[in-house]
């Protein structure tokens, strides 16, 4: 039975690629009476049906697996950010890559309209962090040779704020990028099925990026017990000091003997993280066992 990968989905078909062909598929009743969706990203074994058409098998197991946008196996989140206009929160990647660590991905920020503002405290955190940090600009082109390097060959999601210029760093990137979706999008209009539509993108550099019309940030679904559980573990720069608190089960907000707390006094860890900690460890904590969905 062949064997592939779902690159796109819309309306109830999953297009997936054999390598030798694209087969538009309908995905097995199973699925649904098992409560699973395939995903883009997902390996999926086929069944061939003829002119181009197929089912939908059996679902490998995943990487990862997101919500919204809901795709599967993706290496790296990268996170477009900006102190232009408009100006990203901290807070913002620092919630994206919490959710990123939590499903084994990578991050990478990418701070945008360098040209305009060269976003040195952004970058000063991130790369103090220890996160791929590039400063680049969709107008002049510098960094894009960087950040090219840095998603070859992997499957990104993309990501930011409104306004900070995902697209246009995208079609630098690969003019071709824009032209297909600009198809996509003039096919599907502005309907209904328009959100629904999800699809892999190869780009000239080796690249792989998920898109999705619509989306801008990762859903609020994402925040969920497991990262309550998890929190400290999810951002990698205190990972150094996770294990010399001096009571089991810190929870490295207001302790004595926090090693995390006497790291941030001592200058080793970047203040606007642990306040970033901070925020996420209270938008958790209300999240109880008996209330999370099933």
Same mark, same amino acid.
């Given at each position: ?33 098992? @409560? ?84 040195? !405290? ?40 409104? @306004? ?26 502005? @309907? ?36 309550? =559980? ?42 606007? !993280? =642990?306040?970033?900690?901070? !925020? ?15």
């Amino acid at each position: 039975m062949p064997e592939g990968r779902i690159v796109k989905a819309l309306s109830g078909f999953y297009y997936v690629d054999t390598g030798a062909e694209v087969l538009q598929c309908r995905a097995r009743g199973k699925f649904r009476r098992e @409560g699973v969706s395939p995903l883009v990203g997902d390996r999926a074994e086929v069944r061939e049906l003829g002119n181009g058409e197929g089912f939908v098998e059996a679902i490998r197991p995943r990487r990862n697996a997101f919500r919204r946008p809901a795709v599967a196996n993706v290496d790296q989140i990268v996170i477009i950010a900006s102190a232009a206009v408009p100006q990203t929160d901290p807070y913002l990647i620092d919630r994206l890559s919490a959710i990123a660590a939590l499903k084994s991905c990578g991050t990478v920020v990418v701070l945008n309209k360098c040209d305009l503002d060269r976003a040195d !405290r952004l970058y000063q955190i991130y790369r103090a962090a220890g996160f791929p940090t590039v400063r680049v600009s969709a107008e002049t082109g510098e960094g894009l040779e960087e950040l090219a390097g840095l998603i070859a060959g992997k499957l990104s999601a993309f990501t930011g704020n409104s @306004g900070v210029g995902k697209s246009s760093i995208l079609n630098a990137l690969d003019p071709e990028f824009h032209l297909q979706v600009g198809e996509i999008s003039e096919a599907l209009g502005r @309907g209904r099925h328009t959100t629904r539509h999800i699809e892999l993108f190869r780009l000239r550099c080796g690249a792989e990026v998920v898109d999705s019309p619509g989306f801008a940030s990762f859903d609020s679904e994402e925040l969920d017990l497991e990262l309550k =559980h998890r929190l400290p573990e999810t951002f990698p720069d205190f990972a150094p000091y996770l294990d010399g608190c001096r009571f089991v089960g810190c929870s490295h907000t207001k302790e004595k003997g926090c090693a995390v707390l006497e790291a941030l006094r001592e200058g080793k860890l970047q203040q606007s !993280r =642990h306040e970033s900690y901070l !925020r996420l460890y209270e938008e958790l904590k209300p999240l109880k066992e008996w209330e999370q969905k099933k």
